[in-house]
């Protein structure tokens, strides 16, 4: 699993953090837990909300049926009431942490004594939900080789369409107090099963395999589905409640995980404890997996434009330098070439300096995009030309040393680009009138770059094109991340989505440049673009459109085919080209060939508009 990864000794140390500090409630000195009625259970310990009412306590010999260990990472063991009470709220299955590898066996009955705490993976900022468990545990084997309770059937039929209640307003939005209605809610019904044996039968695979040999399925065949199986993240209340992540308890040294695309089939039975990370909430930790089917998916290849056709393409070329390999310069070139059909301009976001992550001050990507461009030639490509504004060293966000820009390239054998005292990184590109028309004061040039919006962040890249005698202004954005927003999976409802104030902000200021060439020129062809790191709906991609100003291209698109990033199996958009209202007509699409395989060359989708200027 993540045994071998940076993020996995972060995962430990914020274990052991928790841990020593009395994780999210309680004290370690509090008085032994009982039940009313006798001895203490799992279910008196899982309780009927988020937080164990035991939370704090110690515990002593709480009985159970070991059915998982995991011996790498959280280290620990999954223990199983096979007596079950008669309340659905309430799960019969903990976990309990060992910190070392646990010396116990699936099917061993145990005894377990320890303090029950409440752990937030990722840390109580990171607004997840809470996984129940025991630490510090005494562990005594009654007896070896009993059976496991019988597996909780998770199904199309089993999981509730409405996924989490709202959050109560008196606890800032949270849910971890409200009682759990698993037949209600998606969220309260995988959390009555946290800790306890579940089981899927076949189902679709809607998150490819990922390098952290994990991958997604949904256990609904019917819920929002897109054309090429996944399935679509269409709106904020269209949370696919039948999507459950898919790892596996043994080490991947002993057992390869299976590599699945999307639309793969995971067949069979798959079967373990249910648990909680912080990368994607509910994970099916799989002892027993099932087999992967493969479909037939494929890389798509878009249309070639015809001669009176402009295309114009966006591409997140995901940290590209010149220390990556020539593989990845040759699959990106080939994609351009083959996928693409060698777009007229081409915007790409992620261009990284010549020595990518080396943190020395180079902030120059001639020796990057001279490589990319000849790996396009060589792949069959147009000799493209290129232009960009170098950031200064440190400020654009991204990788660290990396300084990660957009670059505008241009087949020059079909389009022109119109040299107008190029701008520098801070330096903000103007609207003049030429003539009746509105041209741009610095081509290449920045949009703004002094506006608080763009601190730490790309500032969008304008240019100035000639087709066939026509102007066309492009503006090439890559807007800030989604980085600290909670999941969907969080203990508020709805999440708190903090990243969309300063996209919100950034947008406002693109819009705000769009609606200066408008003004200067009402039938001025205008094409914003890139990673809007943003959906189609959202509050980012309605102010970029402010005053009708832009069309969201992809909204042109049956809703089945508009993502462009698949993420914790959720089909959704974040590459964008959007058009002013001259550009009445046009062709657009979304190219998939990256977003739904475990084989990437980039974890976007490029995207791709052909018009008539």
């Known amino acids: 699993m993540r045994s ?23 004290s370690a000195g509090a008085a032994e837990g009982s039940a009313a009625d006798g001895p203490v259970r799992i279910h008196d310990i899982q309780g009927t909300t988020r937080i164990s009412p035991l939370a704090g306590k110690q515990v002593a010999d709480v009985e159970g049926i070991v059915t998982g260990v995991r011996t790498y990472g959280s280290r620990g063991f999954w223990i199983q009431d096979p007596d079950a009470d008669d309340n659905e709220a309430t799960s019969e299955g903990v976990f309990v942490f060992t910190n070392a590898v646990p010396t116990v066996a699936v099917g061993d009955a145990v005894k377990v004594s320890g303090l029950v705490g409440e752990y937030v993976p990722g840390g109580t900022g990171s607004g997840n ?13 009654v007896s070896a080789g009993n059976a496991l309770p019988e597996a909780a059937a998770i199904n199309e039929y089993s999981v509730p369409a409405e996924y989490a209640p709202a959050g109560d307003p008196a606890a800032a939005g949270s849910i971890n107090g409200l009682a759990l209605d698993p037949s209600r809610y998606a969220l309260d019904y995988y959390e009555s099963l946290e800790g306890m044996n579940v089981k899927i039968g076949t189902s679709r695979v809607v998150g490819a395999t990922d390098p952290y040999s994990e991958l ?34 043994a ?58 056709e402009l295309a114009v393409a966006t591409y997140n ?41 080396k943190n020395d001050g180079t902030v120059s990507a001639e020796q990057t995009l001279t490589k990319f461009a000849a790996a396009i030639t060589a792949a069959g490509g147009p000799a493209y030309q290129w232009r960009t504004v170098n950031p200064e060293d440190k400020k654009d966000g991204g990788e660290p040393g990396g300084n990660i820009r957009q670059v505008l390239l241009f087949n020059p054998a079909r389009v022109s680009f ?22 741009l004061t610095h081509s290449p040039g920045r949009v703004d770059p002094a506006n608080p919006a763009w601190a730490d962040s790309r500032k969008p890249l304008a240019g100035e094109f000639t087709f066939r005698g026509k102007t066309v202004f492009v503006i090439a954005n890559h807007f800030g991340s989604k980085g600290g927003d909670e ?16 996209r919100l902000l950034q947008a406002q200021a693109v819009n705000g440049f769009v609606k200066e060439i408008l003004a200067a020129d009402k039938n001025a062809n205008v094409l914003v673009l890139g990673d809007i790191n943003d959906f189609e709906f959202s509050a980012t991609t309605d102010a970029l459109a402010d005053g009708g100003a832009l069309y969201p291209a992809i909204k042109s698109l049956p809703k089945s085919e508009r993502y462009s990033y698949v993420f914790q199996g959720n089909a959704q958009v974040l590459d964008q080209i959007l058009t002013s209202p001259a550009i009445k007509k046009f062709t657009y699409d979304s190219v998939h060939i990256n977003a739904e395989f475990a084989a990437q060359n980039s974890d976007h989708d490029p995207q791709v508009l052909r018009f008539k200027p």
């Not at 995962?11 to 020593?20: I, N, Q, S, Y």
């Not at 054309?227 to 459950?244: A, I, P």
């Open 129 to 141: 939900q809470s996984v129940t468990q025991i630490s510090k545990p005494v562990v005594t084997v």
């Open 4 to 26: 071998s990864h940076p993020r996995s000794a972060a995962v430990a140390a914020l274990v052991a953090t928790a841990l020593a500090t009395g994780l999210l409630a309680g």
């Open 487 to 502: 999941g969907l999976t969080s203990h508020h409802q709805p999440p708190v989505r903090s990243s969309e104030a300063k």
């Open 216 to 249: 997604w399925v949904s256990v609904k065949g019917w819920e929002n589905p897109t054309k090429r199986g996944g399935t679509l993240y269409g709106s904020y209340e269209s949370q696919n409640t039948g999507r459950l992540q898919i790892q596996q308890l």
């Open 317 to 357: 070329v995901e940290n590209l330098d010149p220390t990556d390999p020539q593989e990845k310069f040759d699959a990106l070139a080939r994609a351009v070439v083959e996928n693409l059909a060698s777009p007229d301009i081409l915007a790409l976001e992620e261009i990284q300096d010549d020595n990518g992550a």
């Open 251 to 308: 080490p991947i040294a002993q057992q390869p995980f299976p590599v699945a695309n999307v639309g793969d089939k995971l067949t069979g039975t798959t079967e373990g404890p249910l648990d909680f990370n912080q990368f994607g909430g509910y994970t099916l930790v799989a002892r027993t997996l099932g087999t992967v089917k493969a479909g037939t998916l494929a890389p798509e290849k878009t249309k070639a434009q015809a001669d009176h």
């Open 418 to 439: 119109t040299e107008r005292a190029p701008g520098d990184a801070v330096t903000a590109t103007g609207v003049v009138k030429e003539n009746g028309k509105a041209a």
